[in-house]
């Protein structure tokens, strides 16, 4: 059995609204701060959304940064020194854009590599969404034969929001994870290399000093003093 015209400009206006974009956004970046310099990104934000940022240092030097976030009239609204990592959640109280800086000007050789993660939320386009849902019912009249598959479409669109919220959280995850365990890597490999070093200085220290002590003792021992009759 075949939908009517009606019914299938449902189906089509249901599964396009499932898919619109909603009010929660996650950009995730990884940045290299060179030493000595400060890298700022900018955010724009609209009033009334909700600003979280969580950032870790992953490699260089003893995996700490400066951060700071300021408003868009130029207010200092966080400010932190030497840190490994941070998040900050912060209601956006006016529209602009949002300056984001890692100084990296306290270390003057070591370049720091970092990964942030910027998430945008509001409920804004979540109603306008709502709203659009709701536009879609107006093409169709109530339709005793096609009455139970379209409620069974919009549980089904209700369904489908559900797992794209729990794949977007997934993402999200999943770049955490990635980003700890490049992090974890990096640590390992730092004192993989440290031990190495550390361990042919420690050798070649041992070589040196069994020879001196070998040289001396031939010394002790050695019967080439000439004596005098």
Known sequence: MFLSAKAALACFLL????????????????AEIPAARRECFYQ???QGQ??????????GGDLDIDFRMNAPNGNKIVQEFRRNDGIHTVDATMEGDYEICFDNGFSRF???TIYFEIILD???EDDELDDD??????????????GDKLTSLEVAGDTMNQIKSYQSKVIQL??????????????VERNFNRINFWSVTNIFIMLVVFSLQVYMVRNMFSDKKKVRT
């Not at 396009?16 to 990884?30: C, E, P």
């Open 174 to 187: 999943q770049g955490l994870l990635r980003a700890f365990e490049a992090k974890d890597r990096n640590i």
């Open 122 to 124: 509001s409920g804004e």
């Open 110 to 112: 070591t370049k720091k």
């Open 44 to 46: 724009p934000t609209k």
């Open 50 to 59: 909700v600003l979280e940022i969580e950032y870790q240092v992953i490699d």
């Open 133 to 146: 849902e709701g536009e879609w019912k107006k093409f169709i009249s109530p339709d005793d034969t096609f």
């Open 15 to 30: 599964v396009l609204s499932s898919w619109a974009v909603s009010g929660y956004r996650d950009n995730d970046l990884t």
